[in-house]
C-alpha cells in the first residue's frame, strides 16, 4: 500500500529557531514528493521534488530529496510566527499522478 | 480570481440528507482531485478525474459517495444519507497533466461539511 509518514506530527519552537520536518514515503512508481502549507483553509503548494539532491530553496525554506532513501526534508530558518502551519508531504505516483498526503507536522513558533 | 474555486464554504446538514459540493478547477487543468481531511489529519484521497474520465475511486468510500465531471470542466461530489461520520473538509485539486513531470495540485478553499 503506498503511504507517505511525516515526523513529527508536532512541533513547537521559538521565534528564530531552525527546523526540520521529515518525509518518508511507500510509492509505487514514485515519480515526485510534493510539499505544501496549509494554515486556515486550502494547502498551498511549496515545492516539488523530483531529483535526488537537489536543493529546492524559497527564502528561508528549502527542501532536498533522497530518492536511495525514500526521504524528503524541508527546512525553515530563523522561523517566525507566520510560519505557524501545517505542512504537508505527498507523493505522487508515476502511474496515472495519484497523489497520496501524509498527516502533516503541525509546527507552532512561539514569539 | 482564476484559481480552484469550490461551493459551497460552508454546509450544515441533517443526518439522512443527500448533499451535493461543486468544484471549478482552473480553466486549463485536465486533473481534477477530491480529498477528505479531518482534524489533525492530512487530505485523504476519495477520487479524481482526467478530463471527464473518473480514473481511481477510493476504497474507503461507501456506496453513498460519488462524484461526476460531465464535461471535463466542474465536477460535483454527492453524498447520499449523510452520516456524523462524514463531517469533515472536502477539498478539490487541480493540475495540468503533461509528459513533463509537473504535477503539482492546487487546492480549493474547500467545502466544510457538518453533519448534525
Known amino acids: 500500500e503506498d503511504k507517505v509518514v511525516q515526523s513529527p506530527l508536532s512541533l513547537v519552537v521559538h521565534e528564530g529557531d531552525t527546523v526540520t520536518l521529515n518525509c518518508s514515503y511507500e510509492?509505487?512508481?514514485?515519480?515526485?514528493l510534493l510539499w505544501y502549507k496549509q494554515e486556515k483553509k486550502a494547502p498551498t503548494f511549496l515545492f516539488m521534488l523530483?531529483?535526488?539532491?537537489i536543493e529546492k530553496k524559497s527564502g528561508r525554506l528549502s527542501s532536498i530529496l533522497d530518492k536511495k532513501e525514500l526521504f524528503s526534508i524541508l527546512n525553515i530558518t530563523a522561523t517566525q510566527t507566520g510560519d505557524s502551519a501545517v505542512y504537508l508531504c505527498a507523493g505522487t505516483l508515476n502511474r496515472d499522478d495519484k497523489i497520496i498526503f501524509g498527516k502533516g507536522t503541525r509546527l507552532h513558533i512561539l514569539p | 480570481d482564476t484559481g480552484v474555486s469550490q461551493d459551497p464554504r460552508h454546509k450544515i446538514t441533517k443526518r439522512g440528507q443527500n448533499v451535493t459540493f461543486r468544484c471549478d478547477p482552473i480553466s486549463e487543468h485536465n486533473r481534477l482531485y477530491w480529498y477528505r481531511q479531518t482534524l489533525g489529519q492530512g487530505p485523504e484521497f476519495l477520487t479524481y478525474f482526467q478530463n471527464e474520465a473518473q480514473l481511481e475511486k477510493s476504497r474507503l468510500l461507501s456506496d453513498r459517495f460519488s462524484a461526476e465531471r460531465p464535461k471535463g470542466s466542474f465536477s460535483t461530489l454527492e453524498i447520499q444519507r449523510t452520516e456524523q461520520g462524514d463531517s469533515a473538509m472536502y477539498l478539490c485539486?487541480?493540475?495540468?497533466?503533461?509528459?513533463?513531470?509537473?504535477?503539482?495540485?492546487?487546492f480549493g478553499q474547500g467545502t466544510r461539511l457538518t453533519v448534525v
Open positions: 523530483t531529483s535526488s539532491g
Open positions: 485539486a487541480s493540475s495540468l497533466i503533461t509528459n513533463r513531470p509537473n504535477t503539482e495540485a492546487f
Open positions: 510509492v509505487t512508481n514514485f515519480r515526485s
